[in-house]
T-cell receptor
């Protein structure tokens, strides 16, 4: 089975940094995805990690440790438009999603 | 290049009825996955279709069935609707990478309300 855990909510101020953690226990593993989902919209792809280490993409970075079953998504220089739900998803021959972390950015 | 398109966008049904949701994948994609997303939850995997066959299935009852057509489009059917089936149904397409699933591209979803 799959067990993917991430915090329910996080709040931060504009310009700050927020780190969203994700831990997982799955029957198979072929990489980990992060998706962003604004309220009422479809999820959109942010990042993909299949090997250990840090992947950087502009203001967003994602880290993976396969031995620890752990990943994080780092959002830097937060903007109001970053207020959204962030979904951690493990690829075990299908994508299994966590419940999502709602990030609220305050002015 | 059209992305993933779903229809209808919103629909209302009553308990016991049946519903069919439709999905056209992104151009060049051959795999379609369906997800159910309840309010405030992450998407839950229903099933995945590749080469017109159900390749994988999540923990959903047999009331949930699907189909993939030769042009890779797909349908999700739900019979004997229950109040708990009210949710956003997301279709996602991807390019099959052997046994792995590639990056998923999501449609905007079909919002189903069961009264």
């Amino acid at each position: 089975g799959q067990n993917i855990d991430q915090p329910t909510e996080m709040t931060a101020t504009e310009g700050a940094i927020v780190q969203i953690n994700c831990t997982y226990q799955t029957s198979g593993f072929n990489g980990l995805f992060w998706y962003q989902q604004h309220a009422g919209e479809a999820p959109t792809f942010l990042s993909y990690n299949v090997l250990d280490g840090l992947e950087e993409k502009g203001r967003f970075s994602s880290f993976l440790s396969r031995s620890k079953g752990y990943s994080y998504l780092l959002l830097k220089e937060l903007q109001m438009k970053d207020s959204a739900s962030y979904l951690c998803a493990v690829n075990d021959y299908k994508l299994s999603f966590g419940a999502g972390t709602t990030v609220t950015v305050r002015a | 290049d059209a992305g993933v398109t779903q229809s209808p966008t919103h629909l209302i049904k009553t308990r016991g009825q049946q519903v069919t949701l439709r999905c056209s994948p992104k151009s060049g994609h051959d795999t379609v996955s369906w997800y159910q997303q309840a309010l405030g939850q992450g998407p839950q995997f229903i099933f995945q279709y590749y080469e017109e066959e159900e390749r994988q299935r999540g923990n959903f009852p047999d009331r949930f069935s699907g189909h993939q057509f030769p042009n890779y489009s797909s349908e999700l059917n739900v019979n004997a609707l229950l109040l708990g089936d009210s949710a956003l149904y997301l279709c996602a397409s991807s390019l099959s990478l052997g046994a792995r699933t590639g990056e998923l591209f999501f449609g905007e979803g079909s919002r189903l309300t069961v009264l």
